[in-house]
T-cell receptor
Framework: DADVTQTPRNRITKTGKRIMLECSQT?????MYWYRQDPGLGLRLIYY???????NKGEISDGYSVSRQAQAKFSLSLESAIPNQTALYFC??????????????FGPGTRLLVL | QKEVEQDPGPLSVPEGAIVSLNCTYS??????FMWYRQYSRKGPELLMY????GNKEDGRFTAQVDKSSKYISLFIRDSQPSDSATYLC???????????FGKGTTLSVSS
């Protein structure tokens, strides 16, 4: 089984709808991240969480919110989806205490299309 | 100026060629440098990890960091069609801070 899983893998929604992307990990890592990837723009950090009670905004948090329900679960919500949120979304994790702790491990991604 | 610059390519080479991928950065505080490989429709996976300046070799892959020039490189020897992917550089200044990624270079190796 994959260490970092994301659901759904693909999603089509309409402008104005609220949607949630979910991420679960079995790596036992404390730190979790949400990124979006757009052609020509690379990976951009949306939110990150270093433990269950810690939530931090990333480079592009406007229009998004997150919830860290447990150490292993980190959800990303789009409160009112808009077409320019169409992108590939990745969840990632890293260990707080480990050799090479800066290394992040990515999920398979969620492809989101907002019509 | 973006903190991390990476030529997006695309880069096309024949099988067996030596490939050089590069990133430049502006923040002299960066100390941890990584290369990720991303296959189409997959998440990025860590390929190489380097702390501070120097070289690191792993099989056909060599990562180099030149902090004085703020320049990092990834070399792929004897490139294979299976190396066809997007390669992203990433870096951070200290443990516990977010990674900054380059935009990625798309590599195609033809047989």
């Amino acid at each position: 089984d994959a260490d970092v899983t994301q659901t759904p893998r693909n999603r089509i929604t309409k402008t104005g709808k609220r949607i949630m992307l979910e991420c679960s990990q079995t790596k036992g890592h404390d730190r979790m991240y949400w990124y979006r990837q757009d052609p020509g723009l690379g990976l951009r950090l949306i939110y990150y969480s270093f433990d269950v009670k810690d939530i931090n905004k990333g480079e592009i948090s406007d229009g998004y919110s997150v919830s860290r329900q447990a150490q292993a679960k980190f959800s990303l919500s789009l409160e009112s989806a808009i077409p320019n949120q169409t992108a590939l979304y990745f969840c990632a994790t890293s260990a707080a205490v480990a050799r090479n702790q800066e290394t992040q491990y990515f999920g398979p991604g969620t492809r989101l299309l907002v019509l | 100026q973006k903190e991390v610059e990476q030529d997006p390519g695309p880069l096309s080479v024949p099988e067996g060629a030596i490939v050089s991928l590069n990133c430049t950065y502006s923040n002299s505080a960066f100390q941890y440098f990584m290369w990720y490989r991303q296959y189409s429709r997959k998440g990025p996976e860590l390929l190489m990890y380097t702390y501070s300046s120097g070289n690191k070799e792993d099989g056909r892959f060599t990562a180099q960091v030149d902090k004085s020039s703020k320049y990092i490189s990834l070399f792929i020897r004897d490139s294979q069609p299976s190396d066809s992917a997007t390669y992203l550089c990433a870096m951070t200044r200290q443990a516990g801070t977010a990674l900054i990624f380059g935009k990625g270079t798309t590599l195609s190796v033809s047989s």
